[in-house]
């Protein structure tokens, strides 16, 4: 994954390079580093592992500046998370890069330049760049000619920044595979790997295709394409603003998009449906005409985004009537699954830049899958740009590591498209009526589940002191219950396990103690009564239950049963709503264990590498 700023401009970069960092720093925060070129000083560069605070602190401490300048925040592949790792790599006080992605041969360009006489200094794929750079500008290149050589004999994915002391007036950037992004000013010029980065600066962007090369002067930029002709890439306007990325009165960003999901629900729905149906214009113009031709779908996609695609195939298959396979993308990849020509090939994604996520959809293309509609967050992505039908899911910028707002208007996405599919299908028009009135009470729904905040905030501290976790769903809250072990294991880092409630008796009763919480996803539905067997099985072994239950559902407290009561709703939309109490719960239980809420330990929350 990784961070990339890079500008140009008459002013001192500086503070726009580390404001960028810091708004880039979801994708990645183990170290951070900057370089900039400033006439006589040459390259100046400063480095730390950590996170951009920190960075921050050592510029305190000695100020540099320069009008040309990278930087990035890193998310370590290749060496551990040190200051020598930390980018950005430098040759010889000469050539400085920034690169985010995995060098696949760089262990033989390495040996290569080691022979040549280059000495290495960290242990990443990036610093072989650097140096074959370095050689190629040594050879009489100028810098643009040197990075196309040398991304020329590259394997792997990158998306670099360089600069270079001989041409103190120019950034070069390159891409293949991940994103890279050139920011558009009046005398000065950016790049970076995500628009959020340059909110503060400009809105205006050109985004670089793969084998694109971009050179970035003050009063100019000029992208050559894989052939290294000069082409134009098309101007885009950003929707984002900058207090969208703003924290307000939360504490962290995940307590606020937590809060923000009835209105990122009510937004994923406008102009969506009308009166009692879905719109299928929603979809785009070519929507008919594909979805006349589908006969099952194939969902592919990564984290939180793969359990949304999880309560989807319950949809698809009992409500629509339509054949629906999930599978996460980094396996779906490589599986050599059966393509079928007449399947739908959905791709849930927040960012649209999951490496696997988008290689999953290229090889589904690729061995004949049919057409790709993608559910995604993130409407400047690569996926957006690489499918055929896109539904975004206008949740906003999600800032958290671990995904909410997001996962919730993916349902809601989802559900929309279920239903579209489903009326050529087993869906009847009342259902459809039944479905939109669902989802039209979504919003207020979910508003009076967060109003039980408090309560879930007590529980919690319940939470705090245990190292292990069991979460229990049926039918399409199996899904709920591994979303919401998937949150409480990634910021509070307290092992949770999920399983259909059926399985217990198969193995985890065993684990099942007064040290072991057991967390059950009970709404009123056709398995209740099953689930109800279930928790009996956990009391019985003296277990100790959390039930969020509906309030009808007769679900009792006892000493060892801690009821959550959640106010009835439809039944289509209870996965959506019932999410929201377990990521609450992961959310306090991690405020209590004094954790890095946003920025939980190791992750990342786009992960552009394999
Ligand atoms: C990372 C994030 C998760 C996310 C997953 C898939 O692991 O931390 O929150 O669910 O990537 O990301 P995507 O952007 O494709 O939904």
Not at 583 to 600: C, F, M, R, S
Request: glycine fraction near 8%; charge should be negative; aromatic fraction near 6%.
């Amino acid at each position: 994954m990784c961070g990339i700023v890079g500008a140009i401009a008459e002013r001192n970069v500086v503070p726009i390079l580390v404001e960028g960092l810091r708004r880039l720093e979801y994708r990645g925060y183990d170290s951070a580093g900057l370089a900039v070129v400033n006439g006589a000083d040459g390259l100046k560069r400063v480095r730390t592992p950590g996170k951009v605070a920190a960075l921050d602190a050592l510029l305190e401490d000695e100020p540099v500046q320069g009008g040309l300048g990278i930087a990035h925040t890193r998310w370590a592949t290749h060496g551990v998370p040190n200051e020598a790792n930390a980018h950005p790599h430098i040759c010889r006080d000469q050539v400085a890069v920034v690169h985010n992605g995995i060098i696949e041969n760089y262990a033989e360009i390495r040996a290569e330049q080691e022979r040549l006489g280059y000495e290495f200094a960290s242990d990443t794929d990036t610093e072989v760049i650097a140096t074959r750079i370095h050689f190629h500008l040594e050879q009489g290149a100028g810098l643009v000619e040197a990075v196309r050589k040398t991304t020329g004999e590259l394997e792997g994915a990158y998306a670099i920044g360089v600069v270079d002391t001989r041409e103190p007036d120019r950034i070069v950037g390159a891409r293949m595979g991940p994103p890279l992004l050139v920011g558009l000013g009046v005398g000065e010029h950016f790049l970076t790997s995500d628009v959020a980065a340059l909110i503060p600066v400009t809105q205006r962007f050109l985004v670089l295709e793969d084998g694109d090369i971009a050179e970035l002067e003050r009063d100019r930029v000029t992208v050559y394409d894989r052939s290294g002709e000069v082409v134009e890439r098309e101007e885009s306007l950003s929707e984002l603003s900058a207090d969208a990325v703003e924290r307000g009165q939360y504490r962290h960003y995940m307590q606020k998009e937590i809060f923000e999901q009835p209105e990122a629900i009510a937004n994923t729905l406008e102009g969506r449906i009308h009166g009692s149906r879905v719109l299928e214009a929603a979809f785009g113009p070519d929507a008919k005409a594909i979805f006349n031709r589908v006969q099952s779908v194939q969902i592919v996609a990564c984290g939180t985004s793969f359990h949304a695609g999880l309560v989807a195939r319950n949809w698809f298959e009992g409500l629509a009537g339509i054949p629906c396979n999930v599978e996460v993308a980094s396996e779906f990849r490589y599986r050599h699954p059966v393509p079928r020509a007449d399947a739908l090939v959905v791709a849930i994604s927040q960012s649209g830049e999951t490496a696997d996520t988008l290689a999953a959809v290229r090889g589904a293309r690729e061995i004949g899958f049919g057409p790709v509609l993608s559910i995604v967050n993130a409407p400047e992505s690569s996926l957006v740009r690489e499918s055929d039908l896109v539904l975004m899911t206008r949740a906003g910028p999600e800032i958290g590591v671990a995904s909410t707002k997001a996962f919730t208007t993916q349902l809601t996405a989802l559900l929309l498209l279920v239903v579209a599919l489903g009326r050529r299908r087993a869906l009847s028009s009342e259902s459809e009526h039944r479905i939109v009135e669902q989802l039209r009470s979504l919003p207020g729904v979910c508003e009076r589940v967060l109003a039980l905040d408090e309560h879930v905030h007590s529980l919690a501290g319940r939470f705090a002191d245990k190292h292990h976790a069991l979460f229990l769903g049926r039918g399409v809250q199996y899904p709920v219950a591994m979303e919401g072990a998937l949150k409480l294991k990634e910021i509070s880092y307290i092992h949770a396990e999920a399983y259909p409630a059926g399985e217990l008796k198969h193995g985890p009763l065993a684990l099942v103690d007064a040290d072991m919480p057991v967390v059950a996803v009970a709404p009123n539905d056709a398995l209740l009564e099953k689930l109800k067997s279930n928790l009996e099985e956990v009391r019985a072994r003296g277990g100790e239950l959390y039930v969020f239950a509906d309030q009808n559902a007769g679900v009792r407290p006892s000493p060892s049963v801690h009821v959550l009561e959640v106010p009835p709703m439809g039944e289509h939309i209870t996965p959506i709503v019932y999410t929201i109490p377990l990521q609450l719960l992961a959310y306090y239980a991690a405020v209590l264990k004094g954790t890095d809420i946003d920025q939980p330990r190791n992750l990342a929350k786009s992960v552009t590498v394999e």
